[in-house]
């Protein structure tokens, strides 16, 4: 039996082995990856399943965070993208430092932008809720190395040590290497889970010692009441930081911010408070809209007159709230 069925298959392939040949090639060109993200629309999501403080205040309605739907490019979904309304294609190399940056460097660069903007979020909603709130550690990572400059760093890399000493915040780590003689210091790095010492070089930039990477911070905080955030790795980039601060702030005080409304919302929070510039911000507010929210948070600036714009070429029926930062934000949701 074992043996017709063997027999019958290799009769096939015999066959057809040109038809065979030519649906390996077609699926290999089809799923060849290309320097592409296709943008394929935008939703909103309750921010609620991802942020929760322990013993926190209920709302009547909700805080949305407003999404884009990406694919990484293949062959088909770029030529696709032409065919379909509203799929839009973003290059890669928009994303990129230098060029021979890949896929797993921008991802990193976008994990750590999450961690980041959920550092900050904590930060400014224990502090203007007058809840406790204590600096405690700080990451800083190697998100990207410049060109021009020769270092043995890679994306990834966490700094530990500068000349043998440990630092806790980017400052310190920026301070030591400006107390550096030598024209080399020695930086201990967390790669692939092992410290590596590493050998590197001193730049001066603008009367500063420098060694050619861009660095970025991750603090952590202990706070009372605790609070826990629980994203999705494909949740990952800073424009849900606006959102997630309001989502603890108004857990942490009794004042109901939602007042019974879906309210949905991008934008960046950034060290300083304020509220940063998203891109594809017209794909989230269209989601917005399709998810039935009533008010849309945006950016001031550039992001607002977007939005603006569209709502009134397609005659969207969402009140849309610039905001230039998380304190201007909370007090035009308490006039709602």
Known sequence: MLKKFYEKIIGFIKEEYKFIIFLIILMIICTWPVNYYIVIGGGISDIGDRVVVDDGYTSKGSFNLSYVSELKGTTLSYLVSYLIPNWERVSMDDYKYTTDEDYQDIEFRSEVDLLTSNSNAIYYAYHLANKPCKLTSTDVYVIATISGYENPFEVGDQ??????????????????????????????????????????????????????????????????????????????????????????????????????????????????????????????????????????????????????????????????????????????????
């Open 159 to 336: 700094l530990v040590q500068i000349n043998g000493t440990k630092y806790q915040t980017l400052q310190e780590f920026q301070k030591a290497i400006q107390e550096v003689d030598d024209k080399q210091v020695s930086v201990t790095v967390i790669r692939d889970g092992k410290e590596q010492e590493l050998t590197c070089k001193l730049y001066r930039e603008d009367s500063k010692k420098v060694v050619g990477v861009a660095l970025q911070a991750v603090n952590h905080y202990e706070v009372s009441p605790e609070v826990e955030l629980a994203f999705e790795k494909n949740e990952s980039g800073p424009s849900a930081g606006m959102i997630t601060t309001l989502s603890i702030y108004d857990q942490l005080t009794k004042k109901d911010l939602t007042k019974g409304k879906l309210i949905a919302g991008t934008g960046t929070i950034e060290a300083d408070g304020s509220i940063g510039q998203i891109g594809e911000v017209g794909y989230k507010l269209l989601g917005a809209v399709d998810g039935g929210a009533e008010v849309f948070l945006v950016p001031a600036g550039e992001n607002y007159q977007e939005c603006k714009k569209m709502k009134k070429e397609k005659k969207l029926d969402i009140k849309l709230i610039p905001v230039k930062n998380i304190n201007e934000a909370i007090e035009k949701l308490k006039k709602l």
